[in-house]
């Protein structure tokens, strides 16, 4: 009982007002099986997917484009409309929450040199170990979207 309460409660922590950030869902399509790109927080570990904050004179979607070729060193087509948005810490001790919205990144491209390679770990994932390694419920729930969204769209 205790357990289902705290899986549903959560402390409020306000979001700053108008702030948002941008993220990419880095995927891939092989064999007819859609494959996410995932990497480590440089302050956790914890597997995630790139995101920042959106770059003045660009749009999100611009922006999350620039974070997977920085955070993860890949390249290729990003969606210009979210796959849908979570809540993330935007201080390091959580008091502060940002809202992301999160950009399917169609993967063309996968750089041997990017600029954190020494910060973060990648590792590309097909849905039910992505799930597993993903510790935010609600970035699980973006990648069980998208794949549902591609495999409508085949």
Do not use: C
């Not at 995932?38 to 995101?51: A, C, D, E, Q, V």
């Not at 935007?90 to 008091?95: F, I, N, P």
């Not at 990017?114 to 910060?119: A, G, N, R």
Request: net charge negative; charged share 25%; hydrophobic share 40%.
């Amino acid at each position: 009982m205790l357990r289902e309460f705290l899986s549903h409660w959560s402390p409020r922590v306000e979001t700053t007002p108008g702030e948002r950030q941008s993220g990419a869902l880095p995927y891939s399509v092989i064999d007819g099986r859609v494959v996410f790109l995932l990497i480590t927080s440089r302050r956790t570990g914890r597997w995630i997917f790139p995101k920042g904050d959106i770059e003045p004179d660009m749009t999100p979607w611009e922006s999350a484009a620039i974070e997977a070729m920085e955070e993860a060193g890949v390249t290729g087509q990003i969606a210009v409309e979210p796959i849908g948005s979570y809540r993330s810490s935007a201080s390091a001790d959580g008091s502060s929450l940002v809202d992301v919205d999160l950009y399917p990144l169609r993967v063309e491209h996968q750089l041997d040199v990017w600029k954190e390679m020494d910060q973060r770990l990648r590792h590309w994932a097909v849905l039910p170990e992505a799930r597993r390694l993903l510790n935010d419920r609600a970035l699980s729930r973006l990648a069980v979207l998208l794949q549902a969204s591609l495999r409508a769209r085949s």
